[in-house]
Nanobody, 124 residues
């Protein structure tokens, strides 16, 4: 079992930055990929970014490319999402997820473990 704990959400003005963290606890040796998804009010959950922290390969949604950066710290079993140039449409609950997949997939069904989520709000 893997337990994920997110932190770092908050309220920021458009153009600002936030960094989300996700700490993985438990049988972390069983997972290879950590990812971030988000869900805005009234919308479906969508993929944001993912990283294979063994291969150091990454995958990003088109909507965040060039603005968000995902990175993994294998020593501390933590993954980060640095979010720059934030827009009001980035407002959502952000969820960390873990997968045994090899490729940092965007498919939510490939992720076995999920965190509780952290709120990110961007004001215009």
């Amino acid at each position: 079992q893997v337990h994920l704990v997110e932190s770092g959400g908050g309220l920021v003005q458009a153009g600002g930055s936030l960094r989300l963290s996700c700490a993985a606890v438990g049988r972390t040796s069983s997972v290879s990929v950590l990812g971030w998804f988000r869900q805005a009010p009234g919308k479906e959950r969508e993929f944001v970014a993912a990283v294979n922290w063994r291969l150091e390969s990454t995958n990003y949604a088109d909507s965040v490319k060039g603005r968000f950066t995902i990175s993994g710290d294998r020593t501390w079993n933590t993954v980060y999402l640095q979010m720059n140039s934030l827009k009001p449409e980035d407002t959502a609950v952000y969820y960390c997820a873990a997968s045994v997949a090899v490729f940092p997939t965007s498919r939510s069904g490939a992720y076995e473990y999920w965190g509780q989520g952290t709120q990110v709000s961007v004001s215009s």
